[in-house]
């Protein structure tokens, strides 16, 4: 099965975590891609059989820099080929944000679902204030996440 991994990510840390996923995801026998500057042409030349996104937030809740061109394309086209697909959301954020606390992942999960993308685990939220180990504590997410997608 092929994974398609987008990550958004403004000091790196969404990256790093991004990484991490790749790693167990192929370790557990998936091909699973990352590139963190793809674009819309790239995702479907890969032509995923399942989404994982992983993204940080900024400003007021908005989605990083680098994500945003990919964001707009997927809104902008919403491909059919991906209607049906698992996937899931991995949002790091600050609580300290209140209301906008992990808005990026929340924007994800809301464009998945435009796209009909089936949403297999509820969005992991990693919360800056709470710990400074993102990837461990992604670990047993991701572990169902695996699980998920073997079905
Ligand atoms: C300028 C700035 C704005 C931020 N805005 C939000 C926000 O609105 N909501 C939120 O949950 N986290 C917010 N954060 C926290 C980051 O999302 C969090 O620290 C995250 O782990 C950073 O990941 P990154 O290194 O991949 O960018 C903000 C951080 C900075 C520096």
């Known amino acids: 099965m092929k994974v398609a991994i987008l990550s958004g990510s ?15 995801l192929k370790d557990a026998g998936f091909n699973a891609w990352h590139n963190p500057r793809a674009t819309l042409a790239d995702v479907q030349a890969f032509a995923p059989d399942a989404f994982l996104a992983v993204t940080s937030t900024t400003g007021m809740g908005e989605l990083p820099d680098n994500l945003m061109p990919l964001y707009l394309a997927i809104r902008d086209q919403l491909p059919a080929a991906w209607r049906g697909l698992p996937g899931a959301v991995i949002g790091l954020g600050d609580a300290s944000y209140g209301d906008t606390f992990c808005g990026g992942g929340e924007q994800m999960c809301e464009l998945f679902a435009e796209l009909g993308i089936r949403e297999v685990l509820p969005m992991l939220r990693l919360d800056a204030s709470e710990s400074v180990t993102p990837e461990a504590d992604a670990e047993p997410w991701l572990g169902e996440l695996v699980a998920a997608l073997r079905g």
Request: aromatic share 6%.
């Open 10 to 24: 403004v000091y790196g840390t969404a990256e790093e975590v991004a990484r991490h996923a790749q790693e167990i």
